[in-house]
């Protein structure tokens, strides 16, 4: 396993605009992990999985981090767990 920071660093991508998270119920050691790769993040899209994760602490998790939280099904039908980030303006 690597980190989200360890990622980007080796890569060289400075800022994340847009994160896809579909891990398959891996969602809570994800956010239970190091966050500090929320603050060069513009928004997220996630599917999360009920069954193997506190969907709530995951949403208090991110949301902590300065993201707005735009809950699945709320936006069009089957929309998924969208987060934007508050200190991002660009296109509002």
């Known amino acids: 396993m690597t980190t989200v920071r360890a990622i980007m660093e080796g890569e060289g991508i400075p800022r994340l605009g847009l994160v ?3 891990i398959e119920g891996g969602e809570q050691q994800l956010f239970d992990g190091p966050t500090e790769w929320l603050a060069s993040t513009d ?3 996630a599917e999360f ?3 193997l994760a506190d969907c709530s ?3 208090k998790t ?4 300065g993201f ?3 809950p699945a099904n709320s936006v ?3 929309n998924m767990e969208s987060f934007k980030s ?6 509002d």
């Not at 991110?62 to 981090?65: A, G, K, N, T, Y």
């Not at 508050?86 to 296109?91: E, L, T």
């Open 57 to 59: 602490r995951i949403v």
């Open 43 to 45: 928004a997220i899209i």
């Open 68 to 70: 707005d939280y735009i």
């Open 76 to 78: 069009f039908a089957d």
């Open 49 to 51: 999985h009920p069954a």
């Open 62 to 65: 991110i949301s902590s981090r």
């Open 86 to 91: 508050k200190g991002h303006a660009a296109n």
């Open 20 to 22: 896809k998270i579909d």
